[in-house]
C-alpha cells in the first residue's frame, strides 16, 4: 500500500475529516488497497452503528413524471413506458401489507405528478400514521415549500431528495429546467421543517470525474444528511443516455464506502441499483458501510412499470419480498434485522454533531 494512501486512509478513519485530494486519492484505490478501504468502512460501520440492518419497504405508487431527466426511464418524454397511478386507497393498502409483514418504515416514492395534491398526500400520511404506526419516508421529487410542511405537518418524518451530481453544470444538463442551487434550496427546506434528511448522487454519470465523485461525498458531509442513497447510473434503453456506459459496481463501493469513513452515523442503502449490477451487489454493499435495505413492496402489476433503468425489478436472489427472507439472508451475513422504526439521531450527519 502506498505511504500517502495508508495516511489518509487512516486519517479519515480517526478524524472522519478529509480534503478532496486525501478523497480522491481513497477514490483512486485499486486491488489492495480498494480492499483495506472497504474494510476500514465496513469496521466503521460496525463500531458507530452496530450490525443493525434496517429494513425500509419502498412503495412506488405512480411512475408519471412532469421532469425530463436525461438518465430516467420515467423521464416525460419517453412515451414507451406504460404509466400508472396508485389510488390513495391502494397506497394505503400496499402500506398496510407492508405493516403487517413486519416493515416499520414506509418509504412513499414517485415520479413528480402533481395529480397527487399535497391535501390528499397529506390526509394519507395522516391514517398510515394512525392506523399503522409506523415512520413514513417520502420521496416525491420536487414540491413547493407549503407542500413540504404540510407533509410533514401530517407526520412525515423523513424525505430523500438525492442531490444526483454535485458538479452544477452536469445537474443542469442531466436535469433539464432545474438547478443544483434550487435542489440544495429544498434540501435545506426540507431541514428547516424537521425531517430527517436523505440526499446522494449516482455514480459513473457522463462527464463525472473522480473529483466531483469526491465534492457529491465533501457535500454530503456539509449537508450533515441523516440518509445518503449512493447507487450506479444505469442507462436505459429509451432515454438520451442509452448508449452510455453503466456506473462500476467497484466504484460505486469505494463511494460508499468514503461516505461511510466520513459520516459515521448516516443511514446507507444497499441500493437496488448496486444489486442490479451484480448478483453479490447488495451484500458487497452491506460490507463497504451500508445499512440499509429498501426491499420493493409495490404491488406486482405496477412494479415492472416503475422502469428507471432495465433489470432494476429482478434483483437476483430477491424473488420475494417478505420480511422472514431478509432476517434469513441478513443473519447469513452475521447481520441482524431491527424491528423498530430506525429513526435516525438527529444531527447525526457527521461524527462532530
Ligand atoms: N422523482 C423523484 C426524484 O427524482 O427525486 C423520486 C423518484 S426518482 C426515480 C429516484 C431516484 O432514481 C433518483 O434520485 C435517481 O438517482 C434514481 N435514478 C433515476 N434514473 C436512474 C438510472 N438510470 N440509474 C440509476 N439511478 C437512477
Ligand atoms: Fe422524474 Fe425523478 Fe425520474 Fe427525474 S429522476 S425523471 S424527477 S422520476
Known amino acids: 500500500m502506498r505511504p500517502a494512501f495508508a495516511a489518509a486512509?487512516?486519517?479519515?478513519?480517526?478524524?472522519?475529516?478529509?480534503?478532496?485530494?486525501?478523497?480522491?486519492?481513497?477514490?483512486?484505490?485499486?486491488?489492495?488497497e480498494a480492499a483495506a478501504l472497504l474494510r476500514a468502512a465496513d469496521r466503521v460501520r460496525a463500531g458507530y452503528?452496530?450490525?443493525k440492518v434496517h429494513l425500509r419497504a419502498i412503495i412506488e405508487f405512480s411512475n408519471y413524471c412532469g421532469n425530463n431527466c436525461l438518465y430516467c426511464g420515467l423521464r416525460r418524454d419517453n412515451r414507451l413506458l406504460f404509466r400508472y397511478r396508485m389510488s390513495l386507497d391502494e397506497i394505503l393498502a400496499a402500506a398496510r401489507q407492508a405493516r403487517t409483514a413486519g416493515y416499520r418504515t414506509i418509504v412513499l416514492q414517485a415520479g413528480e405528478d402533481p395529480a397527487y395534491s399535497a391535501g390528499e398526500l397529506a390526509r394519507l400520511i395522516r391514517r398510515m400514521k394512525d392506523e399503522l404506526d409506523v415512520a413514513v419516508t417520502l420521496s416525491l421529487g420536487d414540491r413547493s415549500r407549503s407542500d413540504y410542511r404540510r407533509l410533514r405537518e401530517a407526520g412525515a418524518d423523513r424525505y430523500l431528495l438525492k442531490h444526483e451530481t454535485a458538479d452544477p453544470v452536469l445537474f443542469a444538463r442531466l436535469r433539464p429546467g432545474t438547478t443544483l442551487e434550487k435542489r440544495l434550496e429544498r434540501?435545506?427546506?426540507l431541514q428547516e421543517l424537521g425531517y430527517q434528511v436523505g440526499a446522494g448522487n449516482m455514480v459513473g454519470l457522463p462527464g463525472q470525474t473522480i473529483e466531483t465523485l469526491a465534492d457529491d461525498i465533501l457535500l454530503l458531509q456539509e449537508l450533515r444528511v441523516e440518509m445518503a442513497g449512493i447507487g450506479p447510473f444505469i442507462p436505459h434503453p429509451d432515454t438520451p443516455l442509452a448508449g452510455a456506459p453503466a456506473g462500476s459496481l467497484e466504484m460505486t463501493l469505494k463511494v460508499l464506502a468514503v461516505t461511510r469513513i466520513l459520516l459515521p452515523y448516516t443511514f446507507l442503502p444497499a441500493t437496488t441499483a448496486v444489486a442490479t449490477l451484480a448478483p453479490d451487489g447488495r451484500q458487497r454493499a452491506l460490507q463497504a458501510g451500508a445499512n440499509v435495505v429498501m426491499p420493493d413492496l409495490t404491488p406486482p402489476p405496477y412494479r415492472?412499470?416503475?422502469?428507471?433503468?432495465?433489470?432494476?425489478?429482478?434483483?437476483?436472489g430477491e424473488g420475494t419480498a417478505s420480511f422472514a427472507w431478509w432476517v434469513q439472508e441478513m443473519a447469513r451475513m452475521g447481520r441482524e434485522v431491527t424491528a423498530d422504526y430506525g429513526h435516525i439521531p438527529r444531527g447525526s450527519g457527521s461524527a462532530h454533531g
Open 9 to 32: 486512509l487512516a486519517k479519515g478513519v480517526r478524524t472522519h475529516m478529509l480534503s478532496r485530494e486525501e478523497v480522491a486519492l481513497l477514490l483512486r484505490a485499486e486491488g489492495e
Open 49 to 51: 452503528l452496530g450490525e
Open 187 to 189: 434540501l435545506r427546506w
Open 304 to 316: 415492472r412499470h416503475y422502469a428507471l433503468y432495465p433489470g432494476r425489478n429482478r434483483p437476483v
